[in-house]
């Protein structure tokens, strides 16, 4: 099968979504989000999406950052409060029929809002969603060198064409 394309040009709602929910303001930075999408992606071993959004988040978190949250959440230099919510970001994309209001209370006790956890859990969302299509559909790992140099565009301008 080949493989199909997937574009985020004018009149993709996939891709002005996608632009709206991980490069526009929002409760939590767009690195946090970027990271999400490959933390995401490597508990679905999605090596495409994996590949482009460490890529993306290594930009604007730094390589080191990024690479020991792959690694272990536990053991990464990040706050508390982010490993905390990438624990309940793992539950959602491989347990989400076992959360229940007790780790909705943890995350507000971690100091995230309603609308931080909206932001977080549409994002682990889109990217089961994203890992999915993209490992049916066949689109295959590029070079680290080409998913860095679009991280680059995607960190400063969005995943828009304009």
């Known amino acids: 099968m080949e493989s199909l394309r997937l574009s985020s040009g004018d009149g993709d709602p996939y891709g002005a979504f996608t632009h709206a929910l991980m490069h526009e303001a929002g409760p939590i930075s767009a690195g946090l989000r970027e990271l999400i999408a490959a933390y995401v992606s490597s508990l679905n071993d999605c090596g495409f999406c994996l590949a482009s959004h460490r890529a993306i988040s290594s930009h604007l978190l730094g390589d080191e950052v990024v690479a020991a949250v792959l690694k272990d959440v536990d053991t990464a230099p990040i706050p508390q409060e982010e490993k905390i919510l990438l624990h309940f970001i793992r539950k959602v994309t491989l347990e989400s029929s076992s959360i229940t209001p007790r780790d909705i209370e943890e995350q507000h006790r971690a100091g995230w809002s309603d609308e931080a956890l909206y932001y977080a859990i549409t994002v682990a969302a889109l990217f089961n969603f994203y890992n999915r299509w993209i490992?049916?559909?066949?689109?295959?790992?590029?070079?680290?060198?080409?998913?860095?140099?679009?991280?680059?565009?995607i960190a400063s301008r969005g995943y828009t064409r304009a």
């Open 135 to 153: 490992s049916g559909t066949g689109v295959h790992v590029v070079s680290e060198e080409g998913h860095r140099h679009h991280a680059a565009v």
